[in-house]
């Protein structure tokens, strides 16, 4: 197959046309409004010098984060609890992702993510990584001030900490677990299933918190949190996969300074040969010449199947947990956001079938 077909799959697996995912993003639109634009004028305030203030104002336009509020929001709301103290709360996780995410990027030394230039790739590793520092720091006073509100109740409020405390600690951990990952073609896939599972933590504390805020039972919250985890997990899963088919142009720039990407390490693992032919890639100056080999191994070896298997456990386990809720719009919209994070999977395993002639 020529880099040609190769690209024009991954052109018709973008362009198809899912009615659900289109319904999914206009409801977490409306719902994340009102919250990235609170974050918007916390992120520019304080400041007085028009250069520092127009940094901010890029981290502004740069970070629309949906996914997050949505969580936090509709768990509280699956619940029957109040969706304001819920906005709230999705403000300071909001920002304090947004210092993580600048962090990470300068990491990875990823200058464009997603079409976009990043912080790092608009103003300089300096300025990234001080403007990161400061959006963490804003996350954290905004907590601070979150926490003291006397309608959160003592209770709640030490619930809240641990859940931090636990969410940093564990996406900590699998980020320093991560960087052993780095052109690594002997990383277990099993190991680095783990890795993505502690990378994932945020969307089981984005669960909790909004479960804990709703009043839900102890049951409840661990229901609804497991439920942010594996949609958490299965949407990271979508994106390891979206990397290895290059859906956006990065997979040599990951090849060469991020963790190798899930299905590419089955590949290695599925023979000597796919290990050999995948690490003489790796060893290029430039994997961009061959990625359509690096996808080819892929499909031999069934890696799209492997990773979509890990996903679909995890979807029904997820659909499972929801299900034991009461029925409403909020536990709806769950689902179907558990359900279109799937897709992208499901269809990369549908054209991996077809190129090996099942």
């Given at each position: 197959m020529s880099g040609k077909q190769l690209s024009d799959i991954v052109v018709k697996m973008l362009r198809d046309n899912d009615p659900n995912r289109n319904k999914l993003k206009a409801i977490l639109d409306a719902k994340s409004r009102e919250v990235l634009d609170r974050f918007g004028r916390v992120a520019v305030s304080g400041f007085t010098d028009p250069q520092v203030i127009s940094i901010f104002n890029d981290v502004k336009a740069y970070w629309k984060d949906v996914y997050r509020p949505a969580l936090i929001t509709l768990s509280c709301e699956a619940i029957g609890g109040n969706a304001l103290l819920a906005g709230d709360a999705s403000l300071m996780i909001t920002l304090?992702?947004?210092?993580?995410?600048?962090?990470?990027?300068?990491?990875?030394?990823?200058?464009?993510?997603?079409?976009?230039?990043?912080?790092?790739?608009?103003?300089?590793?300096?300025?990234?990584?001080?403007?990161?520092?400061?959006?963490?720091?804003?996350?954290?006073?905004?907590?601070?001030?979150?926490?003291?509100?006397?309608?959160?109740?003592?209770?709640?409020?030490?619930?809240?900490?641990?859940?931090?405390?636990?969410?940093?600690?564990?996406?900590?951990?699998?980020?320093?677990?991560?960087?052993?990952?780095?052109?690594?073609?002997?990383?277990?896939?099993?190991?680095?299933?783990?890795?993505?599972?502690?990378?994932?933590?945020?969307?089981?504390?984005?669960?909790?918190?909004?479960?804990?805020?709703?009043?839900?039972?102890?049951?409840?919250?661990?229901?609804?949190?497991?439920?942010?985890?594996?949609?958490?997990?299965?949407?990271?899963?979508?994106?390891?996969?979206?990397?290895?088919?290059?859906?956006?142009?990065?997979?040599?720039?990951?090849?060469?300074?991020?963790?190798?990407?899930?299905?590419?390490?089955?590949?290695?693992?599925?023979?000597?040969?796919?290990?050999?032919?995948?690490?003489?890639?790796?060893?290029?100056?430039?994997?961009?010449m061959h990625v359509s080999d690096i996808v080819k191994t892929c499909w031999e070896s069934r890696a799209f199947g492997y990773v979509y298997e890990i996903s679909k456990q995890n979807l029904d386990q997820a659909i499972l947990k929801l299900k034991a809720l009461e029925p409403s719009p909020a536990r709806d919209t769950l689902m179907l956001m558990i359900k279109t994070s799937f897709r992208y999977l499901k269809l990369a395993r549908d054209f991996e079938n077809r190129y090996v002639g099942t």
């Open positions: 304090a992702a947004a210092g993580m995410g600048i962090h990470d990027d300068i990491i990875d030394k990823s200058e464009t993510s997603h079409f976009r230039r990043t912080i790092l790739g608009r103003r300089g590793i300096d300025r990234a990584l001080l403007v990161g520092d400061l959006m963490l720091i804003k996350g954290l006073t905004t907590t601070m001030r979150f926490l003291q509100q006397e309608k959160i109740t003592r209770e709640q409020k030490d619930q809240l900490i641990d859940a931090f405390q636990d969410f940093f600690l564990e996406i900590y951990e699998g980020a320093l677990m991560d960087l052993s990952c780095r052109k690594n073609l002997d990383t277990a896939p099993e190991l680095y299933s783990n890795i993505i599972w502690k990378l994932t933590a945020d969307g089981e504390v984005c669960s909790k918190v909004g479960a804990i805020l709703g009043g839900g039972t102890e049951e409840e919250t661990r229901a609804l949190s497991e439920i942010g985890h594996r949609f958490g997990f299965v949407h990271h899963l979508s994106e390891e996969v979206k990397d290895s088919m290059n859906e956006e142009g990065g997979l040599p720039h990951r090849l060469e300074f991020e963790s190798v990407p899930l299905p590419v390490l089955y590949a290695a693992k599925s023979s000597d040969k796919a290990f050999a032919k995948i690490k003489s890639i790796l060893q290029q100056p430039s994997a961009s």
